[in-house]
């Protein structure tokens, strides 16, 4: 099968990239810089710009599309810059045709109980609000403004990989959730970036989620 991924190079588009590449599909890498996209025989570096002319074309000809775009946690304006570059995705995956697009958003927008999310919660930390708000605002616009894109969204659980005071361990085995945030006993679960991977590439080569957000966690 044919797999692109926007933001190829970011900590979780770069381990997409490799499970991917892995499991023998062709894979376009669309990075800014080429010269770190990984390097396999199956993967293509393409340097794109989601708000160029020419990016629906270049999104067009594949199974499905995994994006893992992010302007960066250090960005001071991640939260305008991460909504105007789905804004652009989603126009351009509109006019590719893009069969499935899979977003992955972030923990915040969870239910924690209902009508509550995460991002609402006083532990919820403060420095990485803007861009995890942003991220909950573009789960509600796709679910009420973007019927006409093939679109489905990967929320990863609190805890992810070691930075997130996880794991970077590859266990080949995850559970799956909806729009609950899972929990391993009395604390929010977790998943290393590696098997997060795992779900992300058996869901685009299954194209399971159309239209719907879910999580995964460790086992």
Do not use: C
Request: hydrophobic share 50%.
């Amino acid at each position: 099968m044919k797999f692109a991924v926007i933001g190829a190079t970011g900590y979780v588009g770069n381990a997409v990239v490799r499970e991917l590449a892995e499991r023998g599909h062709e894979v376009t890498a669309f990075v800014r810089n080429t010269g770190k996209a990984l390097a396999a025989p199956n993967v293509t570096a393409v340097q794109a710009d989601v708000h160029a002319a020419d990016f629906a074309a270049q999104l067009s000809g594949f199974d499905a599309v995994v994006s893992a775009f992010n302007p960066g946690w250090t960005n001071p304006n991640i939260g305008r810059d991460f909504t105007a570059g789905y804004a652009a995705i989603l126009a351009a995956a509109k006019v590719a045709k893009v069969p499935y697009l899979l977003a992955v958003g972030g923990a915040g927008s969870l239910f924690v109980a209902p009508g509550v999310q995460l991002i609402d919660t006083p532990e919820f930390p403060k420095e990485i609000f803007d861009g995890a708000n942003a991220a909950r605002n573009l789960l509600r616009d796709l679910q009420t403004q973007h019927a006409d894109v093939n679109w489905a969204m990967i929320s990863p659980p609190a805890r992810l990989g070691a930075d997130g005071g996880f794991s970077e361990e590859r266990t080949g085995q995850y559970r799956l959730g909806g729009d609950e945030l899972l929990m391993a006993g009395e604390m929010p679960a977790g998943i290393s970036v590696a098997d997060l991977a795992i779900a992300i590439a058996d869901d685009v080569e299954q194209k399971a989620h159309l239209h719907q957000r879910f999580t995964a966690a460790a086992v």
